[in-house]
């Protein structure tokens, strides 16, 4: 770990505080919605803010296996993304198939 | 030197994030809030793991950062375009002063209506 008043550990200190409320914001924006799409986009939004919180971390406490563990929950990170978009366009494209199914008029009402 | 570099970056790079959490935020609609995700989010977190290569200045720490960023840059469009289609596709409302929508001739009202393409 840097020494306490070096500027990379003010700087650190900063950057942790500064992600930790950005990653607040996000989860108001997951909270609130209103689509199914904008919550995905915020969790896709959390998820890149967190790969960023564990490399200002990785820089802060002097740890560099936390580099890594940015790396692994990048990958799945993306992964989940993109299984989420995909079920978002499936459960649209069977709702257009079949637009008279009861589910369906209850949307529109 | 490194280290004002460094300290610099990390600033940096939080700012832009925090930009990107606050357009999450405020912005007005779906499609427009992703431009605050996909972009200012990737250019924040990259900027940190830049800084992480300039803290560390070892081959290795440099070439993992560069990885993460490259695939950072490689998934964040592939991720976006998934998910700007899904919206669209399941009807999310547009901001009402959006003034050109030049799916809307192919895509109507939540179902696909393309005869070319089925």
Known sequence: MP?????????????????????????????KGPAAADRIV??????????????????????????????????????GTVALARFLMR???KRSENPETEENMRRHE | MNEIITAVLLVLGSLFSFVAALGMLRLPDTVIRMHA??????LGAGLILIGEAFFY?????????LAAIAFLLLTAPVAAHLIGRAAYY????????????????????????DPDHK
Do not use: H, N
């Open chain 1, 3 to 31: 020494v306490d008043s070096s500027p990379v550990a003010i700087a650190g200190q900063f950057a942790l505080a500064l992600l930790l409320i950005s990653i607040i914001l996000a989860l108001a924006r997951l909270v």
């Open chain 1, 42 to 79: 915020a969790l896709d939004l959390i998820s890149i803010l967190i790969v960023a919180f564990l490399a200002a971390y990785s820089i802060y406490a002097g740890e560099t296996s936390f580099l890594d563990v940015a790396i692994g929950y990048a990958l799945i990170a993306f992964l």
């Open chain 1, 91 to 93: 459960s649209a494209l």
């Open chain 2, 37 to 42: 995700a996909t972009k200012a989010g990737t």
């Open chain 2, 57 to 65: 200045a070892e081959l290795g720490i440099a070439l993992r950062a």
């Open chain 2, 90 to 113: 399941s009807g999310v409302k547009l901001w009402q002063k959006t003034w050109i929508d030049q799916l809307a001739e192919r895509y109507i009202s939540g179902g696909y209506s």
